[in-house]
């Protein structure tokens, strides 16, 4: 095995690892926002209409 | 921006950058030459091509929070601050690439992981810096006072950029003396340029989609704080 192989792999999975998981941690965070807005507006909605 | 062209932005910003990081990295690992004093280490020397332009993406990250600091300290618009704390957070995710790469990259050249000379300090203190400012964020939880702190922050750390940058220019460092502007005998094989030029682009797009997504997000905590609010009246 060339010599720094396993420092080249190491190097460019863990970049995407952070990279992705950064993308798909806003992804949740924005899911989680939303589900949280479409609750409250439900509400008001309902207290309106009340 | 409604949702739908939001998602079409991101999807422009994404598909683009995808692509062309693709064409970039195969044109760095295929095509572009190996650094003479690096041939015995041929693969390792290809961080390279992620660690420079992950670098220069910092450091454009953090200058977007200068920006959007003093933004917001002259109009007071709450929309600056948002794009300074995505800025923020995306540019302590490229900073936290570079710090990962340079040991990777150091150990088999160096022998060593780490070792404190100017060019590694100076950047470790910048990442700290911008964690410092996010934490900061998170324990400040009116809006206004927190919008301000931070950008007093947000301006103040970015002096340590040019730091940075000149660090290796000041100082004798273990890190190897600069390829840009760094006088006659600095400079890359155009071939190599080109590879870097690429990644640079391609990672630039995907920090647009990263800061975008973030901005996304931030007004949407603003709307549910709002509703929150209106909840309670």
Known sequence: ?50 | MNNSASDRFSLALGVPSLLILIGAFYYSFLVAPIESSMAMVEPVQRIFYIHLPSAFISFLSFFVVFIASLGYLITRRVAWDWVAVSAAEVGVVFCSAVLITGPLWAKPVWGIWWTWDARLTTTLILFLIYVGYLMLRLYIPEAQRRALLASVVGILGFVDVPIVYMANRLWRTQHPQPVIAGGEESGLDPRMWWGVLGVFVGLALFAGLLMRQRYRLESMRSELIELERSARD
């Open chain 1, 1 to 50: 095995m060339p010599i720094g192989l396993k420092h080249f792999f190491y190097a460019y999975s863990l970049v995407w690892f952070l990279l992705f998981g950064y993308l798909l941690n806003l992804g949740l965070r924005q899911k989680r926002l939303s589900e949280e807005l479409r609750a409250l507006r439900d509400r008001l909605t309902r207290k309106a209409a009340d």
